[in-house]
């Protein structure tokens, strides 16, 4: 199951990984489905382009219906958040 999962949240932010060193998710970056086609992770703490762990990041994928994949949306950086949960 955890394997699944890694490879799944993997696919979803390869282009975002393409831009940074490295990627980390920790529990307050827990998808959530809003709207039944819009997946979104936030609290994703990113390091590189200028981005520190610091910073955290809300990743919007949305679901492409004809391609039945998730194409990153949108990107918000919170600077300097330092400790960061979106359900607070």
């Not at 910073?55 to 994949?69: G, I, Q």
């Amino acid at each position: 199951m955890r394997f699944y999962l890694s490879l799944l949240m993997s696919s979803f932010i390869t282009p975002v990984w393409a831009s940074y060193d490295t990627v980390y998710f920790d529990s307050s970056s827990c998808p959530v489905l809003e709207n039944n086609n819009t997946l979104i992770f936030d609290g994703v703490r990113a390091k590189g382009s200028g981005i520190t762990l610091n910073d955290a990041l809300r990743l919007e994928y949305n679901f492409d219906l004809p391609s039945l994949n998730f194409n990153l949306g949108n990107t918000i950086k919170y600077p300097k958040i330092g400790v960061f949960n979106g359900y607070h």
